[in-house]
């Protein structure tokens, strides 16, 4: 069964700060999809990033990058200088090859105070 | 593009009363995903159609949920009858799956059942 963990519930930094969200994942499939959400306040859920478990690059997007190693099973996000709209409850989320249904994180809310 | 459409945003139901949560997906999307999001269970999927036609239900918790898609524009979710346990904020995404392996999400209808 395939299961995604964000063990990180709650996060707190001050505007400014990196933060990194740990995601850790299992499945038996070879071929994957790994993604990030963003939910923020006003609640609808934003697509961030998709991955698939053959590319093991890392991906820089602005402030955002994110961290894929399969040795360890896991797909880290990381916000550099982050901002108070960043302020948000950010998922990971696992698909199988198919790419259809997503088995989401339990999410982790980040929180920038100015 | 408009975007997975949802409606209505807020429903405030009675126990025992039938609901109808409604789904227009981004044109041109060929699979649906009808998503549950509670603070006990996170987000889990309830049942994705491709193509119109429902592939996957496991995640329907009971006989009293029911959902169709009767054209790839348009697509119910149905209660009945609801119980104060459905009380939740569903979601529809859409996506081009296998191709293209991103969900869109609408921006969720948040469901009290009193």
């Known amino acids: 069964a395939q299961k995604v963990t964000q063990a990180q519930t709650e996060i707190s930094v001050v505007e400014k700060e990196d933060v990194t969200l740990d995601c850790v994942y299992e499945?038996?499939?070879?071929?994957?999809?790994l993604f990030w959400y963003k939910q923020p306040p006003s609640g609808e859920l934003v697509f961030l990033i998709r991955?698939?478990?053959?590319?093991?690059q890392n991906e820089i997007s602005g402030r955002y990058s994110w961290n894929f190693q399969k040795s360890t099973s896991s797909f880290n996000f990381t916000i550099t200088a982050s901002q108070v709209v960043d302020s948000a409850v950010y998922f990971c989320a696992l698909s199988d090859q198919g790419a259809q249904k997503l088995v989401f994180g339990q999410g982790t809310r980040l929180t920038i105070n100015p | 593009d408009a975007g997975v459409i949802q409606s209505p945003r807020h429903e405030v139901t009675e126990m025992g009363q039938e609901v109808t949560l409604r789904c227009k997906p981004i044109?041109?999307?060929?699979?649906l995903f009808w998503y549950r999001q509670t603070m006990m269970r996170g987000l889990e999927l309830l049942i994705y159609f491709n193509n119109n036609v429902p592939i996957d239900d496991s995640g329907m918790p009971e006989d009293r949920f029911s959902a169709k898609m009767p054209n790839a524009s348009f697509s119910t979710l149905k209660i009945q009858p609801s119980e104060p346990r459905d009380s939740a904020v569903y979601f529809c995404?859409?996506?081009?799956?296998?191709?293209?392996?991103?969900?869109?999400f609408g921006q969720g209808t948040r469901l009290t059942v009193v």
């Open positions: 499945t038996r499939d070879t071929t994957y999809y």
């Open positions: 995404a859409s996506s081009t799956a296998p191709r293209n392996t991103e969900a869109f």
């Open positions: 991955r698939n478990s053959f590319d093991e």
């Open positions: 044109s041109g999307h060929n699979s």
